[in-house]
């Protein structure tokens, strides 16, 4: 049975917000209007509360005003919207956060690994490893939570190796409306004669209904590789800074080539995240965090997808530390060589928030190294935004990032309320057997169109607004106004035979692939009735630049089936064919 959690209770502050602290439920909600918390534990208990309220309210009432969480990691306000210059504010949350259960499950005699939607990474991780040495390729920030992860593409540390989360999910259960004014669960269907599994296989989460299960097949998940090596490379930022103390855009131009080179050319079992942080002093230090899996298991199975990786030996692992570390020379000392070595570092940003030892060597358990890397870091202000990079940095481009981080852009001065020490661009690896689990651009598997990507970007800033903050929502604005020119700033220098404003965003072609929805962005663009971030505005379809014309046209097509009264809604939600 659901528990209903009304805005009076002790218990009721933090369950009415998530992560991000930007968003939270307004204070008008009532209890005399059933408005609230529902906690679930079972698909059953969220057809039992859907089915009450539509009883209680009629349908179009409460359509685009109910809303599904199940770790509280959205970027955006999908689940904690305010009415506040919406029309469709969030009034009733579905909160799966107590379904964590993974388990197993046999459907036509063929064994699943079951994974409820509140079952965190570092659940999902430490289970898998421990019952069935096995490992999903998912990410590495230990709260957040399956249900809308998954969903979206599941992206971590073991991708280059062995592909995305969704390239092994066979399929979902989801609780759908019935077509009769109420709401049913839809079993998990291995023919996926209504697409639903193709559709969670990187659409993203809550367009078509609430998912209360994924469906992996017990005999074709990746091993869990043994062992793991880790260095955290100091880049300094004085060697991009003349003389004159303006930015050097060509030198910083040709490391960032160097490293697109670099990550191109690295073995599959590494992974690296570049977190370009903004520079606050002189001797502010950007870095590269780089993990090699190695050991018997450290190999992929071309019977999986994708192609036949040999596992590697830690001899192997630390050359490839050293190979990275030479590409990238003379911008990176070689490993365990550097003034920086030993010195205690914070690793800033999503993923992986921890404190690390500058140009150090760590050695251990693959699943300690994740026990290492998955903090989630504070519960914070933030803002985000996305790339997939599939050409090599320009000059321009280069030169843009560079005066954008050190707060040097023409005409985008650095708000007083930004906190510049949070402030970064993180550019990890991308590509290698992600590229080969599907198609590119028209993907026959998955709803994952970015199959040519080598690096993939997520901008990140963040700040706190304390009890004597004054006028929080103007530093909020004026924050996000800087970050989001200073995006589109980037993106036009990179593509400047592209016509303006749309230029300031990646726009799929030679040089990028669009965006990542599960770093979901609104300035993009936003539903009718939702209120898009400041900005230049992005003319074309935000559905298109998320998932490419081919993948976004399907995913209308089966909300137009699965959903076609459009009652699960949000801000970008996957809207009707006919809508936007």
Known sequence: MYTYIDPSKNNYPGLDRGFNQRYKLDSDLSDSNGEGVYLTYSASDITDVLNLLVEKYTIDEITGKVRIISGGHCYEDFTFQSQTGNANGTRYVIDLSNMRGISEETVDDVT?????????????????????????????????????????????????????????????EMVISDGAGGFTVRAFDPTDADQLNWACRGGGAGHFGVITKYYFEKNKVPPAPENALLITLPVPWSQFINSDETVDGDAFNQFMQAYYIACQTLVPQAFTLGKFTFMTSADDVMSIVMQVVYGASSGHDAALGGNAVAA?????????????????????????????????????????????????????????????????????NGKYKSSYIAGNFVLNESTAMAEFLTGTQVNNAVPVG??????????????????????????????????????????????????????????ETDIVTWFNAGYNNIHAQAQPLKSAPDNGYPLW?????????????????????????????????????YFGTDVATKLKAIKAVIDPGNFFAFAQSIPLPEER
């Not at 911008?331 to 500058?358: C, D, E, K, N």
């Not at 402030?423 to 598997?445: C, E, H, V």
């Not at 669009?514 to 009718?528: A, E, K, L, M």
Request: glycine share 10%; charged share 15%.
């Open 312 to 380: 590697i030996t830690k001899d192997e692992a630390v050359k490839a530390i050293n190979d990275f570390a030479a590409a990238l020379s003379p911008w990176v000392s070689m490993p365990q060589t550097s003034v920086y070595r030993g010195r205690s570092f914070q690793l800033i940003g999503h993923p992986v928030s921890a404190t690390v030892s500058l140009d150090t060597i760590y050695d251990l358990p693959w699943i300690d190294m994740t026990q290492l890397l998955n903090g989630s870091g504070e519960n914070q």
């Open 418 to 475: 930004a906190d510049l020490s949070q402030t970064l661009i993180q550019i990890d690896s991308y590509g290698a057997q992600i590229n080969a689990m599907d198609t590119d651009l028209t993907p026959l598997n998955t709803a994952i169109a970015a199959r040519n990507s080598i690096l993939k970007t997520q901008y990140q800033t963040y700040w706190k607004n304390y009890e004597d903050t004054s006028d929080p929502t103007t530093r």
């Open 509 to 545: 072609g030679e040089k990028f692939q669009g965006c990542y929805f599960n770093y979901p962005d609104r300035q993009i663009g936003v539903n009718s009735g939702y209120k898009a971030d400041p900005g230049d505005a992005y003319s074309g379809d935000f559905c298109e630049l």
């Open 112 to 172: 699943y690994v079951t994974v409820e939607p509140g079952a965190s990474n570092w659940l999902i991780q430490q289970t898998l490893h421990s019952r069935y040495a096995v490992a999903l390729p998912g990410g590495s920030c230990y709260s957040v939570c399956a249900g809308g992860h998954v969903a979206g593409g599941g992206y971590g540390l073991l991708s280059r190796l062995h592909g995305l989360t969704v390239d092994y999910l066979a399929g979902v």
